[in-house]
């Protein structure tokens, strides 16, 4: 059974940074496109960064463009979400996704077929 533990959430002052990790349990994830998204209370799920399974494509909203980083180590079977100059709306439960298909990245969350638990970040002003 495919299992994806996201860690590094937590309590964060505005402008600073955290890194969050999706460590997957199977080996077979290293050829899965991964996602992160986000989701706030009485909101819909949504997509932040991207990273194809080969080539390093990534993808990202325009909401965090230039501040947030994707990245892949595939020996860990992780991906990485890097969050820099954190705002106060960041403040969400963050989650990591694996897409099996291995095409093009998806943004949507029903393109994805596994989800980790979710992580808490908070930024305060």
């Known amino acids: 059974q495919v299992q994806l533990v996201e860690s590094g959430g937590g309590l964060v002052q505005a402008g600073g940074s955290l890194r969050l990790s999706c460590a997957a349990s199977?080996?077979?994830?290293?050829?899965?496109?991964r996602g992160w998204f986000r989701q706030t209370p009485g909101k819909e799920r949504e997509f932040i960064a991207g990273i194809r399974w080969s080539g390093g494509g990534t993808s990202y909203a325009d909401s965090v463009k230039g501040r947030f980083t994707i990245s892949r180590e595939d020996a860990k079977n992780t991906v990485y979400l890097q969050m820099n100059s954190l705002k106060p709306e960041d403040t969400a439960v963050y989650y990591c996704?694996?897409?099996?298909?291995?095409?093009?990245?998806?943004?949507?969350?029903?393109?994805?077929?596994?989800w980790g638990q979710g992580t808490q970040v908070t930024v305060s002003s």
């Open positions: 996704a694996a897409d099996r298909r291995m095409g093009e990245i998806t943004t949507t969350p029903n393109g994805y077929e596994y």
């Open positions: 199977l080996v077979t994830l290293r050829i899965y496109n």
